[in-house]
């Protein structure tokens, strides 16, 4: 685990509250910008990309490992009944809201929805992006639900089973690339693409 001493160092905004310091596993990617508030634990190869907030100050946050949290997300909690739990492999797209709600092993969460109080997200299922889940909403697996209010649009066909397991060991590449360099390679998953050279 990264110590207290260590994460105040490192990255300015990841912050005790209350005497709840987060846990932060070593080989788990923290951009500089994330802010990581109190009774928050990530585990073994998770990524947090840059200007997310993960904030647990009356209530807790619990991410396994292999999760994904992607740039501008915000991950909080119902301080009177729900925290959050987040599961092993899961994609959690850019500018999502995650709030107190259970996201299981290997869900997907698309870019810029927001997951309400009491929500669970049952692993192998698919949160369309820009997609509003309400209060207590359960999303079973297989299933690819849109819409605000969230309803299912229809079953998830085998290539996107295989595009949320994808996902998390590619970003689990990114993560590890963005930490460790090119020592970290080679990478099955992804490659870069620079700007080209132009004459």
């Known amino acids: 685990m990264i110590s207290e001493k260590n994460s105040l160092q490192h990255h300015m905004f990841i912050e005790t509250f209350l005497g709840q310091t987060p846990k932060i596993n ?19 190869n998770c990524s947090v990309w840059h200007h997310t907030t993960i904030r647990g100050d ?11 949290i992607q740039d501008n997300s915000v991950i909080h909690i119902d301080s009177a009944k729900f925290p959050t739990i987040i599961g092993n492999h899961v994609t959690i797209g850019h500018s999502a809201i995650i709030h107190a709600c ?19 997200i049952n692993s192998f299922s698919m949160v369309a992006a820009g997609t509003l889940v309400t209060p207590g909403k359960k999303v079973p697996k297989g299933e690819l639900w849109a819409g605000s209010p969230a309803k299912k649009m229809r079953n998830l066909t085998d290539e996107e089973f295989e595009m949320i397991e ?34």
Do not use: C, W
């Not at 070593?26 to 802010?35: P, W």
């Open 26 to 44: 070593q080989t788990a990617f923290i951009s500089k910008s994330a802010a990581i508030i109190g009774a928050v634990e990530i585990g073994k």
């Open 166 to 199: 994808i996902s998390a060991i590619r970003y689990i590449e990114v993560g590890k690339a963005a930490r460790l360099g090119e020592s970290a390679g080679p990478f099955s998953h992804f490659s870069i693409k620079p700007i080209p050279n132009e004459n």
């Open 102 to 120: 259970t996201l299981e092993s290997h869900s997907f969460i698309g870019m810029g929805s927001i997951i309400m109080d009491g929500a669970i």
């Open 58 to 68: 009356a209530n807790f946050i619990k991410i396994g490992e292999g999760t994904n």
